[in-house]
């Protein structure tokens, strides 16, 4: 065991997380409109509970929305991206500068996430949180980088307290930013290459499993490859264990700046009294992240889709999520939660527009 943890010269938690201001702006939920949200999907001019699924998403977006006539879905996708020191351990099929060029990918319109958005309609921003490279030339990009990259914490803590508190807030302004926009649905997308070794370490300390049973192959690792990251995840967890106890240690010593960020910009939702479609395992590791500092997060959660990463099941389980789709993606950049998009939105246009037994004077069900 060569991996130590360093004293840090940051004072030690609470340092000034906002995270108690930001427990209080999360309000209960207003169930003051269920009656009338289930009343409508009753009478609506279809078989009892024949949208099926569609009618829970419904339910779930207008009483988030506390009305039972919500406002028409306006996604706003925002891409966190930040560099990962863990890959000096060859825990990725691909090197680190891809998070760069994938930067610039995605602002010239030619990644996944990119035609998604252009084909369903959502906003899409990129954030430079933690690349390790020169970005600063880029156009179009939000330029809020905190550290060219985490530490690897195989060796040391990735984040220093207070750079990772820097990210959470970086993911809080984008909440903001896309409410002042007039989104009324926020989608999740990271782009880091290293990071399924990052979330696997993070998702196995906070659900206390083995990495093991939560480690996937990533961009593509080879079965060797798989068992130096799990290897790689093990060593470091039992470093860390005996030193750490707080999810926002956990945050900071094996996370990384776009986990982070997501993580403010998935409690900046439930803040902004905005629902949150997830993305993949990623982006489900930053969302219990954001549950275990702020339960009242939680109803503000959908889960777009199973990744084949096997970490997320066991998140969405334990934050007892069922997926919309199971796709067999594995891509991450907010792709899964793109394909769930248009789906929230047919589910929403259904409830708002659909005629009612009475208005298409149609015959309801009889007593059989
Ligand atoms: C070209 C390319 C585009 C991507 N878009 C998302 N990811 C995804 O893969 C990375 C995580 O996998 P790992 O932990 O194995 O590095 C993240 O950047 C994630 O968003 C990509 C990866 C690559 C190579
Ligand atoms: O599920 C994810 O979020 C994922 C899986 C593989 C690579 N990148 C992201």
Redesign the pocket.
């Known amino acids: 065991m060569n991996a130590s943890v360093p004293p840090s010269s940051d004072p030690p938690f609470p340092l000034h997380p906002p995270l108690d201001a930001w427990s209080r702006m999360v309000g209960p939920i207003d169930p003051g409109f269920d009656a009338a949200i289930k009343d409508r999907l009753d009478h609506l001019t279809k078989p009892l509970g024949s949208l099926g699924r569609l009618e829970d998403v419904a339910f779930w977006y207008a009483r988030l929305h506390g009305s039972d006539r919500p406002p028409a879905p306006r996604g706003a996708c925002v891409v966190f991206a930040g560099d990962h020191g863990v890959t000096a351990e060859g825990v990725s099929a691909y090197p680190s500068s891809v998070t760069r060029e994938m930067v610039l990918n995605y602002l010239r319109g030619g990644a996944a996430i990119s035609v998604l958005s252009r084909t369903h309609g959502f906003s899409l921003s990129i954030v430079d949180v933690g690349v390790d490279g020169d970005l600063s030339g880029a156009e179009g990009l939000i330029h809020r980088k905190v550290a060219r990259g985490t530490k690897n914490f195989r060796r040391e803590p990735a984040m220093a307290p207070r750079d990772g508190i820097r990210a959470l807030e970086v993911g809080m302004e984008m909440a903001d930013r896309s409410a002042k926009a007039g989104a009324t649905l926020l989608l999740t997308g990271e782009m880091g290459i290293g ?2 070794t990052s979330s696997t370490a993070l998702a196995a300390a906070l659900l206390r499993r083995p990495p093991e049973e939560l480690a ?1 192959t ?2 593509g690792l080879s079965p060797e490859g798989r068992r130096k990251k799990i290897r790689v995840v093990e060593e470091s967890l039992a470093v860390y264990r005996p030193l750490l106890s707080s999810p926002l240690d956990w945050m900071c010593a094996v996370g990384g700046f776009e986990i982070a960020a997501l993580t403010g910009f998935i409690i900046g939702g439930a803040v902004r009294r905005i629902p949150v479609i997830l ?5 489900t590791t930053a969302a219990l992240l954001a549950v275990e500092l702020i339960p009242g997060v939680r109803p503000w959660l959908l889960a777009s889709h199973m ?3 096997p970490g ?1 099941r066991h998140l969405l389980e334990h934050l007892g999520l069922a997926p919309l789709l199971a796709l067999d ?4 950049e907010g792709s899964g939660a793109a394909v769930a998009y248009p789906l929230v939105v047919s589910a929403v246009e259904l409830y708002n527009r659909m005629a009612t037994f009475s208005e298409a004077s149609v015959s309801e069900a009889g007593p059989g």
């Open positions: 990071n399924t996937g990533g961009t993305d993949g395992f990623i982006t990744s084949l990463e997320h993606l594995r891509l991450g």
